[in-house]
């Protein structure tokens, strides 16, 4: 604000003015600081303390004695309903589901995002709007009838399991989180890439046509190494989304060994049996957070325009 | 924008000369459709497809199994009159209310929030760096711990009120968390810490992206900051507005998993949002039909929002 203070008032009242705004806005940036801060502060000192200081204690004063006894309790021992072997299992479980499904949506994205601008076909921007608007649906609108169709798959592995031993991941709940969320990611990774691939000059593909390059040697040589900054961006953005969701999870594997971090973590933390071990509740929380918040931190800006791409202003 | 496909339709004459190389290049033509044909077949299929499947069993009788003989609009008609339910408060009553309170407290706020804050970052200001990422952090975060978190800051035997009474302020309190009437307004609290930062930063680009002349021209003209700021700069805004506006929505209206972690549900379900209702109708108590129903209905909503917007930008786009 202070550019914007007339010459010939900053000559007379000035300084101290232009000095007092100064010190309201950065008093306000820094309570906001606080305000965004706070809750993860606390989460984290709280996860550190023992469970006589956080009931003796304040919450927001730092642990007297740090410990790492709650992080290694969560980790292993914590109990989710009546059975108790800590996160670990349902961290790798996460891993397990993240991997595969980052992987097959972004490489289909990328493919999806390469024959939607460079090799347009009548229709395309209505196959594209439909993609698109898939991004947006509340997935309560198709929550049944894939919880039906996996119902059913499962059933059918199973009966392959009993004629050949072998279920082909039919009805493995690992397997069915992968599968729904490469579909429902889709949409997102297909936008992101579109609009990439949307700038890139045409000319250079035309250019290898006629040098005799064929639909997949152009987008291995030609379009994939220079696309490395959108594949990070949507990297990050399914990474995300897909470690964070909570309702396909609780929806397709909500219960027993074989579920995911979050459904997991909230199972914890309203499992009522005995005294309720904050400190480990927190602990349990931090390492669900942790992934997430590694990326954020080592990748913010590529987080940012992920997100941003998602807002479809591209 | 003249594409391949136009030169590709060029260069066959060439090819069609050898048979074998004819079915070669017709296939190299086909294959971009084929390399697409799965990811839209998916689509159609797992998206619309599914949308009608539940469409109809929101017109069927279904209970705890699927059931497809048609019965008519019987969930409609039972929602239609929870609607007008408010003593005791029907699910459906408080669900669609919450959904009012928190989509309206939460795009409000998280949108005048998001523009204050962006316009003071935006002053010049020494350490943007490290702000910037400390406001934005609880977008990388799971609704799931957002909603551990938050419940832990705001119990009243545990959080906040308890360190304020430490503090000596004893008759401080606020324990809406727990308290029927009031605590939906906690999720907007935990809502808008979550999101605002992101709304934050969709604003400060929208900032540095407005010219300086305009600015300069402005303010040799007399005008004072805050006319500025109103008169010009946030009119200027107006893309950003809608484009926040419309990711706020949607999120609002797939607010889902922040209810659960921070709430339960709340005392006797008084947190519910419309899609907490649709999941406890569908899958803990055996209504299936009402459950798709309040589905549809949830689409229909997103599908007013989105659909016009998605088409604007698509039209403006495609120009």
Same mark, same amino acid.
Request: with cysteine.
């Given at each position: 604000?202070?550019?914007?203070?007339?010459?010939?008032?900053?000559?007379?009242?000035?300084?101290s003015?232009?000095?007092? /705004?100064r010190i309201?806005?950065?008093?306000?940036?820094?309570?906001?600081?606080?305000?965004?801060?706070?809750?993860?502060?606390?989460?984290?000192?709280?996860?550190?303390?023992?469970?006589?200081?956080?009931?003796?204690?304040?919450?927001?004063?730092?642990?007297?004695?740090?410990t790492?006894?709650?992080?290694?309790?969560?980790?292993?021992?914590?109990?989710?309903?009546?059975t108790?072997?800590?996160?670990?299992?349902?961290?790798?479980?996460?891993i397990?589901m993240?991997?595969?499904?980052?992987?097959?949506?972004?490489?289909l994205?990328?493919l999806?995002g390469y024959?939607?601008?460079?090799?347009?076909?009548?229709?395309?921007?209505?196959?594209f709007?439909?993609?698109?608007?898939?991004?947006?649906?509340?997935?309560?609108?198709?929550l049944l009838?894939? *919880?039906?169709?996996?119902g059913?798959?499962?059933?059918?592995?199973?009966t392959?399991?009993?004629?050949?031993?072998?279920?082909?991941g039919?009805?493995?709940?690992?397997?069915?989180l992968?599968?729904?969320?490469?579909?429902?990611?889709?949409?997102?990774?297909?936008?992101?890439?579109? /609009?990439?691939y949307?700038?890139?000059?045409?000319?250079?593909?035309? *250019? *290898?046509?006629?040098?005799?390059?064929?639909?997949?040697?152009?987008?291995?040589?030609?379009?994939?190494?220079?696309?490395?900054?959108?594949?990070?961006?949507t990297?990050i953005?399914?990474?995300?989304?897909?470690?964070?969701?909570?309702?396909?999870?609780?929806?397709?594997?909500?219960?027993?060994?074989?579920?995911?971090?979050?459904?997991?973590l909230?199972?914890?933390?309203?499992?009522?049996?005995?005294?309720v071990e904050y400190?480990?509740?927190m602990?349990?929380?931090?390492i *669900?957070a942790?992934?997430t918040?590694?990326?954020?931190?080592v990748?913010g800006?590529y987080?940012?325009?992920?997100?941003?791409?998602?807002a479809?202003?591209? | 924008?003249?594409?391949?496909a136009?030169t590709?339709?060029?260069?066959?004459? @060439? %090819?069609?000369?050898?048979?074998?190389?004819?079915?070669r290049?017709?296939?190299?033509?086909?294959?971009?459709?084929?390399?697409?044909?799965?990811s839209?077949?998916?689509?159609?299929?797992?998206?619309?497809?599914?949308?009608?499947?539940?469409?109809?069993?929101?017109?069927?009788?279904?209970?705890?199994?699927?059931?497809y003989?048609? $019965?008519g609009?019987?969930?409609?008609?039972?929602?239609w009159?929870?609607?007008?339910e408010?003593d005791?408060?029907?699910s459906?009553?408080?669900?669609?209310?919450?959904?009012?309170?928190?989509?309206?407290?939460y795009?409000?706020?998280c949108?005048?929030?998001g523009?204050?804050?962006a316009?003071?970052?935006d002053?010049?200001?020494?350490?943007?760096?490290?702000?910037r990422?400390?406001?934005?952090?609880?977008?990388?975060?799971?609704?799931?711990?957002?909603g551990?978190?938050?419940?832990?800051?705001?119990?009243?035997?545990?959080g906040? @009120?308890q360190?304020?009474?430490?503090?000596?302020?004893?008759?401080? %309190?606020?324990?809406?968390?727990?308290?029927?009437?009031?605590?939906?307004?906690?999720v907007?609290?935990?809502?808008?810490?979550?999101?605002s930062?992101f709304?934050?930063?969709?604003f400060?680009?929208?900032?540095?992206?407005?010219?300086?002349?305009?600015?300069?021209?402005?303010?040799?003209?007399?005008?004072s900051?805050?006319?500025?700021?109103?008169?010009?700069?946030?009119?200027?805004?107006?893309?950003?507005?809608l484009?926040a506006?419309?990711?706020?929505? %949607?999120?609002?209206?797939k607010?889902y998993?922040?209810?659960?972690?921070? $709430?339960?549900?709340?005392?006797?379900?008084?947190?519910?949002?419309?899609?907490?209702f649709?999941?406890?109708?569908t899958?803990?108590?055996?209504?299936?039909?009402?459950?798709?129903?309040?589905?549809?209905?949830?689409?229909? $909503?997103?599908?007013?929002?989105?659909?016009?917007?998605l088409?604007? @930008?698509?039209?403006?786009k495609?120009?």
């Open positions: 604000m202070s550019a914007v203070t007339s010459p010939a008032r900053q000559a007379s009242s000035g300084l003015a232009r000095t007092i /705004n309201v806005i950065y008093g306000l940036l820094a309570l906001f600081a606080i305000f965004y801060l706070m809750p993860l502060f606390v989460m984290l000192v709280t996860s550190f303390k023992t469970m006589d200081e956080i009931q003796n204690g304040n919450m927001l004063a730092l642990p007297h004695a740090p790492f006894a709650p992080w290694i309790k969560a980790w292993s021992e914590v109990c989710s309903g009546l108790c072997v800590g996160m670990k299992g349902y961290f790798w479980n996460s397990k993240v991997v595969p499904a980052v992987l097959i949506s972004t490489l994205g990328a999806n024959v939607l601008t460079k090799w347009r076909f009548r229709g395309h921007t209505l196959v709007a439909m993609m698109l608007f898939a991004c947006f649906i509340p997935f309560q609108s198709v009838p894939m *919880a039906t169709i996996l059913s798959l499962g059933r059918f592995g199973a392959l399991q009993n004629a050949t031993g072998f279920n082909f039919l009805g493995n709940s690992t397997v069915n992968v599968f729904v969320h490469v579909v429902y990611g889709l949409g997102f990774t297909t936008l992101f890439f579109r /609009n990439y949307e700038a890139f000059p045409t000319e250079l593909i035309k *250019a *290898a046509q006629v040098d005799g390059a064929s639909f997949f040697q152009i987008f291995r040589r030609i379009m994939l190494p220079n696309s490395l900054p959108i594949i990070v961006v990297v953005y399914q990474f995300t989304n897909i470690w964070n969701d909570f309702l396909f999870a609780s929806a397709y594997a909500g219960s027993g060994d074989v579920m995911p971090m979050t459904v997991a909230n199972n914890v933390v309203n499992t009522s049996t005995g005294v400190n480990v509740n602990a349990a929380a931090m *669900a942790l992934p918040l590694i990326v954020y931190v990748a800006r987080f940012v325009r992920g997100l941003m791409a998602g479809v202003k591209g | 924008m003249s594409t391949v136009e590709q339709i060029k260069l066959t004459p @060439e %090819h069609d000369a050898r048979p074998g190389a004819s079915v290049s017709r296939l190299q033509d086909l294959l971009p459709k084929i390399v697409l044909a799965p839209f077949a998916a689509t159609i299929v797992f998206v619309y497809g599914f949308i009608l499947w539940t469409i109809y069993l929101s017109f069927t009788n279904s209970k705890t199994f699927p059931s003989a048609i $019965t609009p019987r969930a409609y008609q039972r929602l009159r929870w609607t007008f408010s005791p408060p029907s459906w009553y408080t669900s669609i209310t919450n959904m009012g309170i928190f989509g309206f407290l795009i409000a706020i949108l005048a929030l523009l204050f804050v316009i003071l970052l002053q010049k200001i020494r350490g943007e760096g490290v702000l990422p400390i406001y934005l952090y609880p977008m990388a975060l799971s609704f799931i711990v957002t551990v978190a938050w419940k832990w800051f705001l119990d009243p035997g545990l906040l @009120e360190t304020l009474h430490q503090w000596g302020w004893t008759s401080f %309190h606020f324990d809406w968390i727990k308290n029927k009437d009031f605590v939906i307004y906690t907007v609290i935990a809502g808008v810490w979550q999101a930062g709304i934050m930063a969709m400060l680009a929208g900032l540095r992206g407005i010219d300086g002349e305009i600015m300069k021209a402005a303010q040799i003209d007399g005008a900051t805050f006319q500025l700021y109103r008169r010009i700069v946030i009119p200027l805004l107006r893309p950003v507005f484009s506006f419309i990711v706020l929505a %949607h999120l609002a209206i607010s998993d922040l209810v659960v972690a921070l $709430t339960s549900g709340g005392p006797g379900g008084s947190a519910w949002l419309p899609s907490n649709m999941y406890e109708f899958f803990k108590r055996n209504e299936m039909a009402v459950g798709s129903a309040s589905a549809v209905i949830m689409l229909m $909503t997103i599908t007013a929002i989105i659909v016009p917007y088409y604007s @930008e698509l039209r403006e495609s120009r």
